[in-house]
């Protein structure tokens, strides 16, 4: 594998699961980043993760739960979400002190 | 409020023709403009890149141009192929603050062959 891997790339559930999503890098990098795309919205920073500890969490509900346990990986868990959390979930790495954000390929999430 | 504005929402090109997206912003201390293309399924991919130093970048047939008075950039892309189809995202950073980015809303590009 190489780059920014995630899985699943689609998630279907209901208002009252719980669901995890998962990013694994590999490009060595000590900075991580969850994003949300919607529609006709600019892409969304939720979380940065740098040097495996929270730096930012953009007013994001608690029902999404991030979880860095190392450099290579990001989890975000996910309980009791709404319709209106259906969208593109992205994970992306960079090398702190650096501009360039590597992205993923994103998690189709759907929330019926 | 939005930080950096981008236009237009959509273009649509002829094969071999210029494509020119528009990206204004409103932070002076922003010191990092990129643009990033996005195919269906997949995730955004940085393009091209510009630092306020200079007015002008290209790398082959992509080219950014920068106003820094006018607080705009733009993207242009020569000679524009099918492949180029995508959705294109201007973004800006500035130091500290995580090296943050504010992204545009898109353009989605089609280029017709």
């Known amino acids: 594998e190489t780059g920014v891997t995630q899985t699943p790339r689609h998630l279907v559930m209901g208002m009252t699961n719980k669901k995890s999503l998962k990013c694994e890098q590999h490009?060595?990098?000590?900075?991580m980043y969850w994003y949300k795309q919607s529609a006709k919205k600019p892409l969304e920073l939720m979380f940065v993760y740098s040097l495996e500890e929270r730096v930012e969490n953009n007013s994001v509900p608690s029902r999404f739960s991030p979880e860095c346990p190392n450099s290579s990986h990001l989890f975000l868990h996910l309980h009791t979400l709404q319709p209106e959390d259906s969208a593109l979930y992205l994970c992306?790495?960079?090398?702190?002190?650096?501009?360039?954000?590597?992205f993923g390929p994103g998690t189709r999430l759907t929330v019926l | 409020q939005q930080q950096v504005k981008q236009s237009p929402q959509s273009l649509i090109v002829q094969k071999g023709g210029i494509s020119i997206i528009n990206c204004a912003y409103e932070n002076t201390a922003f010191d990092y403009f990129p643009w990033y293309q996005q195919f269906p399924g997949k995730g955004p991919a940085l393009l091209i890149a510009i630092r306020p130093d200079v007015s002008e970048k290209k790398e082959g047939r992509f080219t950014i141009s920068f106003n820094k008075s006018a607080k705009q950039f733009s993207l242009h892309i020569m000679d524009s192929q099918p492949g180029d189809s995508a959705t294109y995202f201007c973004a800006a950073s500035r130091a500290g603050n995580n090296r943050k980015l504010i992204w545009g809303l898109g353009t989605s590009l089609a280029v017709n062959p």
């Open positions: 992306a790495s960079s090398q702190l002190a650096t501009d360039t954000q590597y």
């Open positions: 490009l060595g990098h000590n900075a």
